[in-house]
């Protein structure tokens, strides 16, 4: 099991960035696959990023790329998402969670195949 704790939402203008943090203790952090998810009000939860063991892989939803950038360092058992160009329609509750064991790449997309999740950090767009 992974403790998860995020931090670093805030009130931001549109157009402007946000550097997420995700801190985790317990099980071996570098062997999981790390993501982040957003719920806004009313909403379901949704696919932000993933991003590989070692940093070599990631994905992201279309809404957010080219403009969020998910990273990792495993020696501080941290994940990053900086997000820049801030939208309105990016405002939700920003979640970080491991990988289930047993779960691949191809299934990283989905909230369900992930546990351990985080309280969350709000993060509100003004426009």
């Known amino acids: 099991q992974v403790q998860l704790v995020e931090s670093g939402g805030g009130l931001v203008q549109a157009g402007d960035s946000l550097r997420l943090s995700c801190t985790a203790s317990?099980?071996?952090?570098?062997?999981?696959?790390m993501g982040w998810f957003r719920q806004a009000p009313e909403k379901e939860r949704e696919f932000v990023a993933c991003i590989s063991w070692y940093g070599r892989n990631t994905d992201y939803a279309d809404s957010v790329k080219g403009r969020f950038t998910i990273s990792r360092d495993n020696a501080k058992n941290t994940v990053h998402l900086q997000m820049n160009s801030l939208k309105s329609e990016d405002t939700a509750v920003y979640y970080c969670a491991a990988l289930k064991p047993g779960k691949g790449w191809t299934q990283a997309r989905r909230a369900t195949s992930f546990e351990d999740w985080g309280q969350g950090t709000s993060v509100t767009v003004s426009s």
């Open positions: 317990g099980r071996t952090f570098s062997s999981v696959v």
